[in-house]
């Protein structure tokens, strides 16, 4: 074998083995699970929610935000008192209820409505019972 | 919901509509800077021109208190392309569209088939959820959600202390496309707006594909769009909704822009370096930063070119899109206080604490990050063992440039330098990926041929038309 064809043979080889490294953290089940979602989004199937796996963290929060985003207009502020880990509930929060302004515990004297969801703080009086949590007027 | 009229289908066509639309005005803007370029790269040049003319109009409009809808963009998209057409004009390259050449059509259209099955998975997992990182619920789309809702880009996205969280730093163009896709939709579906990331990574893999073919070879081109499109750590649903997919798409335009400008000069390139410019500072900082360096690259590799006028030129065309768009984002948002960074490191007090904190990142970089890829580093090297320098290779310092200052800024993370390249690292090194292909691409002819040099392309000194 020439010096030419073993080198370049070598850099295929290594190109591969790149290539090998790169693709290493595909996962054939989870790319036929998403597959599965594509299709039923395509199909329109009844009850699919296209935003069910970014609730991956507490699949019951999505009812809760519904909740607070039919009780509450999109001008006003929202205090969410929500568990603090992952953060994922308080960026899922803004999100889901935007255009209102969602503001943590610390900012409550700023919302127009307290919204607690599994906390101990739902136990308070005068709220209104909402999927997961507590709703607050103030 | 009705399966005889499925809306995330029909959303998704006006989706592919609109992304259409804007591509079609990014070739009509590119007409003359982009004549040169192969068919492919005329594609990815007319998405990323195409994405920016769509966020102009959208700013427009916005600005004199219209709310955007698909006629209003449509119509701005059509007037700036022809604006772009008319200023660009007596830019046309005298020479000829260089033709894709290269033997190896088995092995090409072998390669190709890889890619466009990776690309096949990609598109697939981007689209089966509505968008769902970090990232996006708490500042890309969180942002592009809110000026599309209120019509407006409401102060309180720089200073509600409540976003404290939401980068009021960021540039626009991530958010902005968000808002011009959803105004045609009517609707926020970040489940068809989505598409944007599948179509920014075939645009990035035609880039590579197309650049390599006309400078090299088919085969290099198609090898490195494969090798670009397996890099799942960055094309992955998780990215859907991030910047560093279409900041891949930058890096490689501006990489290929500044090689062609080396090689030929010419005001066509020129142009091209400011669109690439423009398009990697309006997405991140780690565009600009890119942009940046390579502009250095220019300055210093054209300091023997005569005229000098090249060297003004290419320089210029970097630095100047980054400087204005910095400027006008620094007097729509005033002047933020860094929450990233912990700048009294720099203090002479705490020069100990900044050394300790340097050798932190390197440990962690050595000795955590790199033996995790240590497979993918040894093929690298043996890649580089047995090729020889090729016209990429001109990109190596940037990119090693680019990875130093993330270091850097590692170590004065304000969150500590750990928790940064934790949650960082992979993920900006991986942006870079896509344009470094371009020198893993470039090298792969010199691994069969027994002497230096014997590259396709003979390259021009750009004293030849620099500045013309």
């Given amino acids: 074998m020439g010096r030419a064809r073993l080198r370049g043979v070598l850099a295929v080889l290594s190109l591969l083995v790149l290539a090998a490294s790169l693709a290493s953290t595909l996962s054939p089940q989870e ?84 919204a607690t969801y599994r906390s101990e703080a739902a136990r308070g009086p005068g709220g209104a019972a909402i999927t997961g949590g507590m709703l607050w007027t103030r | 919901m009705d399966p005889v009229t499925p809306p995330f289908l029909a959303d998704l066509c006006v989706v592919l509509a609109a992304l259409a639309a804007a591509a079609a005005a990014g070739w009509l803007a590119n007409r003359d800077i982009a004549a040169n370029l192969t068919r492919r790269e005329k594609l990815a040049w007319a998405l990323a021109t195409g994405l920016l003319l769509q966020a102009i ?13 698909a006629w209003k963009i449509l119509v701005l998209e059509a007037a700036g392309a022809t604006l772009a057409t008319l200023a660009t004009k007596s830019w046309r390259p005298s020479s000829q569209p260089a033709a894709v050449g290269g033997s190896g059509r088995a092995l090409g259209a072998l390669l190709w088939f890889v890619a466009g099955a990776a690309w096949l998975v990609f598109l ?171 502009a250095v690259m220019l300055w210093w590799r054209l300091r023997r070119v005569a005229p000098q006028k090249g060297r003004w030129l290419a320089t210029a065309s970097l630095v100047f899109p980054v400087a204005t768009h910095g400027l006008l984002m620094r007097i729509a948002r005033g002047s933020l206080p860094s929450r990233d960074f912990d700048f009294s490191l720099f203090e002479p007090s705490r020069w100990p604490e900044l050394t300790n904190r340097f050798g932190l990142v390197v440990g962690r ?45 590692f170590t004065i993370s304000a969150f500590g330098p750990t928790f940064a390249i934790d949650t960082a690292l992979d993920r900006l090194t991986m942006s870079l990926f896509p344009a470094f292909t371009l020198v893993l691409g470039a090298r792969l002819p010199t691994a069969f ?7 396709r392309t003979r390259l021009r000194p750009a004293s030849e038309t620099a500045g013309s």
Wanted: one cysteine or more; hydrophobic letters at 50%.
């Fill in chain 2, 449 to 455: 041929t027994s002497s230096v040099g014997e590259s």
């Fill in chain 2, 124 to 294: 697939a997992g981007s689209l089966a959820d509505s968008m769902w990182s970090t990232d996006f619920l708490a500042f890309w789309g969180y942002k592009g959600q809110i000026v599309f809702l209120t019509g407006e880009i409401p102060r309180r996205l720089f200073r509600d202390p409540a976003l404290y969280f939401a980068h009021a730093e960021y540039p626009f163009l991530v958010p902005l496309t968000f808002e011009a896709l959803a105004s045609f939709l009517g609707r926020w579906n970040d489940q068809a707006l989505a598409l944007v990331y599948p179509i920014c990574s075939l645009a990035t893999l035609l880039a590579i594909s197309g650049f390599l073919a006309r400078r090299v070879s088919r085969v290099s081109g198609a090898a490195a769009a494969a090798l670009a499109s397996l890099c799942v750590f960055l094309y992955r649903p998780a990215n859907a909704g991030t910047a560093e997919i279409p900041l891949a798409l930058g890096l490689v335009l501006a990489s290929s822009a500044a090689l062609d400008f080396l090689d030929q000069g010419g005001v066509a390139n020129a142009g091209r370096l400011a669109v690439a410019s423009l398009f990697c500072a309006t997405l991140k900082q780690e565009g600009s930063l890119f942009v940046l360096v390579l």
């Fill in chain 1, 31 to 114: 790319t036929r699970a998403r597959l599965d979602r594509l299709s039923q989004a395509i199909s329109g199937v009844r009850g699919w929610r296209s935003d069910r796996a970014s609730f991956w963290f507490d699949p019951d929060y999505a009812a809760f935000l519904d909740e607070v985003k039919r009780r509450t207009p999109e001008s006003s502020t929202v205090a969410i008192l929500v568990p603090q880990a992952p953060d994922l509930y308080l960026y899922q929060a803004m999100y889901r209820l935007a255009p209102r302004r969602v503001v943590e515990e610390r900012w409550k004297n700023e919302a127009d409505f307290i």
């Fill in chain 2, 365 to 409: 970089i050595v000795g955590t990050q790199a033996r995790h890829a240590l497979l993918p580093i040894l093929a690298l090297a043996v890649y580089f063992l047995v090729t020889r320098k090729a016209i990429a290779d001109r990109l190596i310092p940037v990119f090693v440039t680019q990875l130093l200052v993330y270091a850097a800024a």
């Fill in chain 2, 57 to 69: 109009a959208v700013l427009v409009l916005l600005g004199v208190g219209t709310r955007p809808n």
